[in-house]
């Protein structure tokens, strides 16, 4: 094509007016951003691109090495490109800029002093270091490798936690748990808040880590603190459970560590062949690492900014009894990330990788559109991998339209939110997720959640204001209150409003989602129940077409793919799932529902003795394969077209027999409840 002369130079001249600016952790700020004098700060990039006018669009290069920081490189509306003009943070060719959130731990010696804390088992085998007072984190590193935070039973299976906790009055002051019978694991706790509660409570899969306080042995008791969830009453004894994490008194096995902020230690049991002495310890100090941060509900919003290439790692998660009141809690989980944009559209990640983070690698809260989160590797995080948090109900729609696209996401919940998925979805709609790669999570893979009509029966869950103990119920769903009409609030608050599942369709706004294509391999690590694929009171036309589920182990408490309460007019079809051993349903569809089209879905490797908990009535939109020749078929598919866009970000094993030489299968008998509980298992 030719151009005439006069666009030639307009165009040049466009090109020339994008600056480059280069950042170095050998840079200093009062260089000039060239590459052969680079900045030591992204601030400092940041500020230079303000100087000349974003507009205009610039790129920054991050030269190799590690950029510690304890505070979010934080963008604003002013710091925004435009459509031919982006402003660009990449990684400089051939470079490894590493994005560090933590602080290093120095001076380790023998413990000398005696505590009476200590168990008889790590007498004469701690170290201890000083930290800052009052620092509380919840990782260790040594070099690079995660430590086990110390905890009362050294595993992660919750059914076999105590359960002898009940639960007291919830108020400010925090909520009072008793301990019957044995309270001997309360000895030695502190009572400063350093300790938590790890506690599934009321079913599984709700979760916290209450914070500990006024830790009474004699009487048995605790106060649990926390901003998320109250302790409640169970709907059966076999789904709770606790352990306490992070005491000196816990510490009995090599490995384990425990943070003092009273005196300002830290104290690690090595294991063998480490030696603390020539050991990297780091602890994470920040809470996020990149702050997209646009101007409310009308912006002005941060847009047409990119980022490639980058490391960003090391994040620490907020404990429950400090977390703002604006937070969504409706999910049992930690919805701030190590990457967190808020109020953004048309902005750009690709090619990076966000690991080892306190809470989330990616949450996109409000507004948030046409953004794109494409072949990036988030993993190991404290909560999920990718959230896409709407505004809650109300007639803001405005999070929708977002990209997340050849991802490889992987181990989710190491800060103990075992219920986050590898990608959640909470009223945003008319978003494409494709091709991904989701590996072992705690819970779900993918799920999708809104809001029901008895939850907006509730004043206590509508208006702002409601406290159930340290909780703002209000907070659960972040309901936008002021969207209703004046006649509906009233009659909220006089407790005469009936919503159905007609009327609360207008406020809910997860619509028209399409999940395609993306391979699923061993969600529920760590819970029972929820699918592979999730939904509770969506909103409509949303499809899940072609996803490739492989799950190592028996799911008895979950449907594969799982349709639950109010979900309607989704389309569910040919999707492929191979399940070792009983499953609950392969598509789990209420009765109640309407509108749904699930047709030509497939379990392959199915055996007659998984029929016994098969097919009972609802269970019935699937057909059974004996070979696999489906599943590696629509693998095969599904590989071709993400190697032609450049493969998964690492080339990971896929964690599938036949595919990867050290992929097994689990055991066929696993149960959903002990075997010596007398629960039965409800269809």
């Not at 409570?201 to 006024?214: E, I, K, P, R, S």
């Not at 996401?409 to 103990?416: E, F, R, S, T």
């Not at 009327?503 to 592979?532: D, F, Q, R, W």
Request: net charge neutral; glycine share 10%.
């Amino acid at each position: 094509m030719k151009y005439p002369i006069t666009l030639l130079a307009i165009l040049a001249t466009q090109a020339l007016s994008a600056p480059e600016f280069h950042v170095s952790p050998n840079g200093k700020d009062s260089n000039d951003g060239s590459a052969k004098s680079p900045f030591a700060t992204l601030e400092a990039a940041r500020d230079a691109i303000r100087a000349k006018g974003a507009s205009k669009g610039a790129t920054v290069y991050l030269h190799g090495g590690r950029y510690f920081r304890e505070q979010p490189f934080v963008l604003e509306s002013q710091d925004s490109g435009t459509k031919d003009h982006p402003v660009i943070y990449r990684a400089a060719k051939g470079e490894t800029p590493v994005i560090d959130g933590s602080r290093k731990i120095t001076d380790w010696k023998p413990l000398a002093a005696e505590r009476p804390d200590i168990t008889p088992a790590a007498k004469g085998k701690l170290w201890v270091a000083d930290t800052e007072f009052g620092w509380k984190f919840g990782f260790l590193y040594i070099n690079d490798k995660p430590a086990q935070r110390s905890r009362g039973l050294n595993n992660d299976r919750w059914r076999d936690w105590p359960r002898n906790h009940k639960p007291g009055k919830n108020d400010r002051a925090g909520q009072l748990i008793t301990f019957e019978g044995d309270t001997s694991m309360l000895k030695n706790l502190p009572s400063n808040g350093d300790a938590e509660m790890v506690c599934i409570l009321a079913q599984y899969g709700v979760m916290g880590n209450g914070v500990v306080t006024d830790v009474n042995p004699a009487a048995g008791t605790i106060r649990w603190n926390s901003k998320q969830v109250n302790v409640a009453i169970p709907r059966h004894l076999h789904e709770v459970g606790y352990n306490f994490e992070n005491a000196v008194s816990l510490i009995d096995e090599p490995g384990e560590w425990a943070v003092d902020t009273a005196l300002g230690k830290v104290y690690y049991w090595p294991l063998e062949n480490e030696n603390l002495t020539t050991a990297e310890v780091r602890a994470p100090k920040a809470y996020r690492l990149l702050f997209l941060q646009g101007a409310g509900e009308k912006g002005p919003f941060v847009h047409h900014v990119q980022f490639h290439g980058l490391t960003l790692q090391h994040t620490d998660r907020l404990p429950e009894d400090r977390w703002p009141e604006d937070w969504l809690i409706r999910q049992w989980e930690n919805v701030d990330a190590t990457v967190y944009l808020q109020g953004t559209h048309d902005c750009t990640f690709t090619g990076n990788r966000i690991l080892r983070t306190g809470a989330y690698g990616m949450t996109l809260k409000h507004h948030a559109q046409r953004n794109r989160i494409e072949a990036n590797e988030i993993g190991w995080t404290g909560s999920g991998g990718v959230f896409l948090e709407g505004y809650g109900p109300g007639t803001l729609d405005v999070n929708r339209d977002n990209v997340i696209l050849r991802n490889h996401i992987h181990d989710h919940g190491l800060a103990n939110y075992w219920h986050s998925p590898c990608i959640q979805i909470y009223q945003s709609g008319h978003n494409r997720i494709t091709y991904n790669l989701l590996q072992r999570s705690a819970y779900s893979a993918i799920s999708m959640v809104g809001m029901s009509f008895w939850n907006m029966d509730n004043p206590g869950l509508m208006i702002p204001g409601s406290w159930g103990g340290q909780v703002h119920e209000w907070a659960k769903f972040q309901v936008r209150i002021q969207d209703f009409p004046a006649n509906v609030v009233a009659a909220i608050k006089a407790r005469t409003q009936r919503f159905d599942r007609d009327t609360m369709k207008p406020y809910i706004h997860s619509n028209a989602n399409l999940l395609e294509e993306n391979v699923i391999v061993n969600p529920h690590t760590l819970l029972n129940e929820g699918g592979a694929i999730y939904a509770w009171s969506t909103g409509k036309d949303n499809i899940w077409r072609q996803n490739l589920i492989f799950v190592n182990h028996a799911m008895p408490g979950s449907s594969v793919m799982a349709l639950d309460d109010l979900t309607e007019y989704f389309t569910l079809e040919k999707n492929v799932f191979w399940v070792h051993g009983v499953i609950l349903n392969g598509v789990g569809n209420r009765e109640t529902e309407r509108g749904n089209v699930l047709r030509d879905n497939h379990r392959v490797m199915f055996r007659l003795e998984h029929a016994a908990r098969a097919k009972k009535g609802l269970g019935s939109w699937w057909i059974d394969h004996e070979g696999r020749e489906l599943f590696d078929a629509l693998y095969a598919t599904i590989k071709s077209e993400v190697d032609t866009k450049g493969g998964w970000p690492g080339n990971p094993a896929i964690g599938i027999p036949g595919f990867d030489p050290a992929a097994t299968l689990g055991s066929e008998i696993e149960m959903v409840v002990p075997k010596n509980s007398p629960v039965t298992i409800q269809e």
